[in-house]
């Protein structure tokens, strides 16, 4: 009875231990010019809301979660206003300024590609929220990355998503 007890018990054990070691599996977004990574926890929303490329979502915690934290893309064209990346984050930083409150602003460098990333919040929508912005600009377009919490939240998720957003690439 206690060999048997004992094989079930390592039985459950190496289960367990294969599941926390089973890599997450991961999606690809590859359209109008840019690529991202994404995991398959999230949820892809294309149709274009509130002028997005793409929404991911992350999934409600219980009934009472009133708010899903999210990744979106804007893509602004920016033919005919002669705005480097340097102008369109002093833009962006004053709009921030006047709607919330701008944490950092940083350039950053990564693999031949450059963006200035913002971290911010405001209130908005009934919410406390908090953003980390990453703001490229190539080929005559702005490509605007942002990660969206509630303010309490942000802590447990923003490192996950973070990696998300520096798989994103323009082509």
């Given at each position: ?14 289960f ?5 070691n089973?890599k997450?599996?991961t ?5 109008n010019?840019?690529?991202?990574t ?7 929303d ?7 490329e793409?929404?991911?979502f ?25 705005l480097d990346?340097?102008k369109?984050?002093?833009?962006t930083?004053?709009?921030?300024k006047?709607n ?13 590609s450059?963006?200035?990333?913002l ?16 703001d ?10 942002t ?7 942000f ?5 996950d998503m973070?990696?998300?957003?520096k ?5």
């Amino acid at each position: 009875m206690k060999i048997k007890f004992l094989l079930i018990i390592l039985t459950v054990f190496q289960f367990s231990s294969c599941q926390s070691n089973k890599k997450e599996e991961t999606k690809e977004i590859d359209k109008n010019g840019y690529t991202l990574t994404y995991t398959s926890d999230l949820k892809l929303d294309e149709s274009g809301k509130q002028g997005s490329e793409f929404l991911l979502f992350t999934k409600k915690i219980n009934a009472n979660d009133n708010f899903v934290e999210n990744i979106n893309l804007i893509i602004k064209n920016l033919e005919n206003l002669n705005l480097d990346l340097n102008k369109f984050v002093e833009i962006t930083e004053n709009q921030i300024k006047t709607n919330g409150n701008l944490i950092s602003s940083e350039r950053i460098k990564i693999n031949n590609s450059e963006f200035q990333k913002l971290i911010y919040s405001a209130y908005l929508n009934n919410f406390d929220l908090k953003f980390i912005q990453y703001d490229f600009v190539k080929n005559n377009n702005a490509y605007i990355l942002t990660f969206t919490a509630k303010e309490d939240e942000f802590e447990k998720y923003s490192s996950d998503m973070e990696k998300i957003m520096k798989t994103f690439a323009i082509k």
